[in-house]
Every structure is written in C-alpha cells, then in structure tokens.
C-alpha cells in the first residue's frame, strides 16, 4: 500500500512479518517500537498503518523474534552446543 510517497502495511501483514499477534503489534506501536504508525479512515473503517520496510527496535526484553525463540528451543535440546 502506498500512501504519500511512503510504503505502509496493515498490523496482520506486520504481525506476520515478525511472527507475533496484532495485539502485540499494537503494544509494541504505542511504545514506539515499531518506528511510524498512523490510523487512516478507509470505506470499511479505520485502520492502522505500519510503515513498511518494517523496523522493530530493542524492548526492554531484548526484543527477541519468534524466530530466536526458536533457536534457543534447539540449542536447549542439543545440550547447549
């Protein structure tokens, strides 16, 4: 979706980018950590844009993905190693 010479993506589209749910795709918008997000009103109602290449920025958790979650899952069944 392009609105003003900007990329923007919808919350679902974020949340699977990075593998979590819209819910916190929310919370990490109003804590800022996700860079710009704006609400635009559309024919079906409003909905919130993320702007797109997606930026996660470190939360006080490290900000891990759900992919280094499961990393750490593999290493803890392979002994540590």
């Given at each position: 979706?392009t ?48 702007q ?30």
């Amino acid at each position: 979706m392009t609105l003003e010479n900007k990329r923007w993506a919808t919350v679902k589209e974020a949340a699977a980018h990075f593998g979590i749910t819209r819910q916190r795709v929310h919370q990490l918008m109003k804590k800022g950590f996700l860079g710009e997000a704006k609400k635009v009103d559309t024919p079906r109602g409003p909905v919130w844009l993320v702007q797109y290449p997606f930026r996660r920025f470190p939360t006080a958790s490290g900000g891990q993905t759900k992919n280094m979650n499961e990393e750490n899952k593999r290493r803890r069944s392979d002994g540590g190693l």
